[in-house]
């Protein structure tokens, strides 16, 4: 955590295991649901803000951890017949990186659109999908 962050009175970012053991409490699970071992990519990354989406066998979660709010949230969660059908991604990923100098734009489908990403993280928008895809397909598949 960084000094200004301190005086602000902000907390420390969650790690990503924290916040699969949260989601583990906070939703309804499925047995066959296991978040320790699920995939996870960091889309987006400021001083102040993450944006993570966790990826179990059953479901795609998408995460804002704001360090300025007392805890992450949860933003949306896709069950996995919206995602994969038969080894393959239904889901429409798109990535727009002409936002800004800093970020992209990521849409999941119809219904969760203009989330940033950090070009930092994924200089080529063709890797960001790719990891997505892939991520997708060994943790649902």
């Known amino acids: 955590m960084n000094l200004i962050n301190t005086i602000l009175g902000f907390r420390n970012f969650c790690k990503v295991d924290e916040i699969k053991r949260f989601i583990h409490i906070s939703i309804s699970l499925d047995k066959s649901e296991d978040l320790v071992f699920s995939g996870h990519i960091l889309l987006f990354k400021t001083s102040r803000q993450q944006t993570w989406i966790i990826i179990s066998n059953i479901r795609l ?3 804002l951890d704001d360090i300025s709010k007392d805890n992450f949230e949860i933003r949306w969660d896709l069950d996995k017949h919206l995602v994969l ?5 239904i889901l429409e990923i798109t990535v727009e990186p002409h936002y800004s100098r800093r ?6 489908g119809e219904y969760h659109k203009n989330w940033l990403y950090t070009k ?3 200089p080529h928008p063709k890797d960001l999908k790719q990891k997505l895809l892939e991520t997708i397909i060994t943790e649902m598949g």
């Open 61 to 63: 979660i998408c995460v």
């Open 85 to 89: 059908f038969e080894s393959k991604v």
């Open 103 to 108: 970020s992209g734009i990521i849409n999941f």
């Open 120 to 122: 930092k993280l994924f």
